[in-house]
């Protein structure tokens, strides 16, 4: 049975960021991880859900979020990235 690597759940963290990004109008880039943490595995065909609290300080973006599986804590973690603003 394949499960979804971490790379890949992260990938959806980021694509989540970026979205509240344009929202703010900020543009990030140099993501990275400062925490994370998966608990339970997760396949290709399942239904999850990503909640991401953001919050920005001095041009950073950090990003603690929340995967859930079945309303189970499947993973965790921070993500962090720099900010600028869009011209």
Not at 2 to 30: D, T, W
């Amino acid at each position: 049975q394949p499960i979804l690597p971490g790379i890949a759940l992260i990938s959806v963290v980021k694509k989540g960021a970026r979205y509240f990004g344009e929202k703010q109008k900020l543009n990030f880039h140099h993501f990275g991880i400062r925490k994370a943490r998966f608990t339970l595995p997760i396949r290709p065909e399942d239904t999850f859900e990503v909640s991401l609290l953001c919050r920005i300080s001095e041009g950073k973006l950090v990003a603690t979020f929340k995967i859930l599986l079945e309303g189970e804590m499947a993973g965790n973690g921070i993500l962090e990235a720099s900010a600028r603003s869009e011209s």
